[in-house]
């Protein structure tokens, strides 16, 4: 789940647009947010992990990793 191509098409606007930034997904099975420390709110969040379909058999951790730190180049 880390492509960038995560896109659906806009019906009214006529745009690919993307749907999810890259993620990753750790199989939880019966997991709750509350596990993890995750709140409500964070459902969906690009910033703190969450879990998706909690307190089920297909639970899943999703984490959206941070983009990679530019480098400092020497002159």
């Given at each position: 789940?880390?492509?960038?191509?995560?896109?659906?098409?806009?019906h009214?606007t006529?745009?690919?647009e993307?749907v999810?930034?890259?993620?990753?997904?750790?199989?939880?099975?019966?997991?709750?947010?509350?596990?993890?420390?995750?709140?409500p709110s964070?459902r969906?969040?690009?910033a703190?992990?969450?879990?998706?379909?909690?307190?089920t058999?297909?639970?899943y951790?999703?984490v959206v990793?941070?983009?990679?730190?530019?480098?400092?180049?020497k002159?």
């Amino acid at each position: 789940m880390l492509s960038t191509e995560f896109k659906e098409h806009n019906h009214q606007t006529g745009q690919l647009e993307q749907v999810y930034p890259p993620h990753v997904m750790f199989y939880a099975p019966y997991m709750k947010n509350a596990d993890i420390g995750a709140l409500p709110s964070h459902r969906g969040s690009q910033a703190q992990p969450w879990i998706l379909n909690e307190g089920t058999p297909t639970a899943y951790i999703i984490v959206v990793p941070r983009p990679a730190a530019k480098k400092e180049t020497k002159p």
